[in-house]
């Protein structure tokens, strides 16, 4: 009996090693690309729904988070990332849920700022593709790093 109760202990802990692992490696990406902390159209005006802070803060006990804040509760949101993944030195993919789906980012810098350049959500909707939103044909705006 004490055999098969070490054994199970073994695997449990064996199965959680990769969420855990993983976990980090989502938030050293978030910080390698320097992604971390607040960004705004405009970080001196407050926020409101046509300029949200979005945050990136990392985790070291779990997922890394993204949070928005319009001013306004009812479109106000923190949801956990996964699959953070620096594809080169300007580009980052990262996955969190909204809406019922789990959506896939894929982000654009240029020095200090960031835009959506790849939007996909889990049920196969494009909003973003290469820089543009389907829905207006306009660019993504452009996210200004926000002073700590």
Known sequence: MMKRW???LAVASLSLTPAVSHAGKDSDEL????????????????PNPANPFISFV???AGQP????ITGKPQYDS????????MLDATHLRLTYPQGGVTVTVTLL???R???PYEAVASDGTVSVSRGVVKASGLPTGWLLKCAD
């Open 109 to 111: 810098k240029e020095q």
């Open 31 to 46: 910080k390698q690309f320097g992604l971390v902390g607040s960004w705004s159209f405009d970080c001196s005006k407050t």
């Open 113 to 115: 700022r960031i835009r």
């Open 58 to 60: 990392p985790s070291t």
């Open 65 to 68: 988070s993204r949070q928005v």
């Open 6 to 8: 070490m054994l199970f």
């Open 78 to 85: 923190l949801v956990p990332m996964t699959d953070v993944k």
